[in-house]
T-cell receptor, first 108, second 111 residues
Framework: RKEVEQDPGPFNVPEGATVAFNCTYSNSASQSFFWYRQDCRKEPKLLMSVYSSGNEDGRFTAQLNRASQYISLLIRDSKLSDSATYLC?????????FGAGTTVTVRA | SQTIHQWPATLVQPVGSPLSLECTVEGTSNPNLYWYRQAAGRGLQLLFYSVGIGQISSEVPQNLSASRPQDRQFILSSKKLLLSDSGFYLCACRQGKDTQYFGPGTRLTVL
């Protein structure tokens, strides 16, 4: 079983829609969680850390469910510029483990 | 905050040739540094990490090696490239407790 798994998508949504997707992790001892955004042929960029209580940054909301071992990302009022691949990252020990990414395409 | 530089940005090399990719970091001292590879359509694979000068930990057995000759310099090398070494190589630096930031990457094509 992979340490971190994501639905690869793609999620095709119209502008203004809400899109949400999850990332599951296998190591229950994981303590730190992140969402990164990666544009085509570019490096991943940190979108947000995920805190136990859940957190929001503008149109983006991240949640952590320790019991079911997943984190989620919700994007409200999608913009064309939100089109990207979203990578989740989990730190079970000294290193980050990344999912393969979920591709989101926002259409006009 | 730190800035991560990587070069070259793009590289095309024949099978069997050597490789040297460089990563340098500005704006921080004694950083934890990481080398990742991202193959086409796949996730990030941690190759090496370093907590200080001369200290390298390898995550996967392969024909690549890493060195850290200076505090803010991290080098990825190979004596003989394989086709399977093609990919997007990313250097990352840890800031704070756990957060990692990535450099712009080197896209390597082995022919």
């Amino acid at each position: 079983r992979k340490e971190v798994e994501q639905d690869p998508g793609p999620f095709n949504v119209p502008e203004g829609a809400t899109v949400a997707f999850n990332c599951t992790y296998s190591n229950s001892a994981s303590q730190s969680f992140f969402w990164y955004r990666q544009d085509c042929r570019k490096e991943p960029k940190l979108l947000m850390s995920v805190y136990s209580s859940g957190n929001e940054d503008g149109r983006f909301t991240a949640q952590l469910n320790r019991a079911s071992q997943y984190i989620s990302l919700l994007i409200r009022d999608s913009k064309l510029s939100d089109s990207a691949t979203y990578l989740c990252a989990v730190m079970p020990d000294y290193k980050l483990s990344f999912g393969a990414g979920t591709t989101v395409t926002v259409r006009a | 905050s730190q800035t991560i530089h990587q070069w070259p940005a793009t590289l095309v090399q024949p099978v069997g040739s050597p490789l040297s990719l460089e990563c340098t970091v500005e704006g921080t001292s004694n950083p934890n540094l990481y080398w990742y590879r991202q193959a086409a359509g796949r996730g990030l694979q941690l190759l090496f990490y370093s907590v200080g000068i001369g200290q390298i930990s390898s995550e996967v057995p392969q024909n690549l090696s890493a060195s850290r000759p200076q505090d803010r310099q991290f080098i990825l090398s190979s004596k003989k490239l394989l086709l399977s070494d093609s990919g997007f190589y990313l250097c990352a630096c840890r800031q704070g407790k756990d957060t990692q930031y990535f450099g712009p990457g080197t896209r390597l094509t082995v022919l």
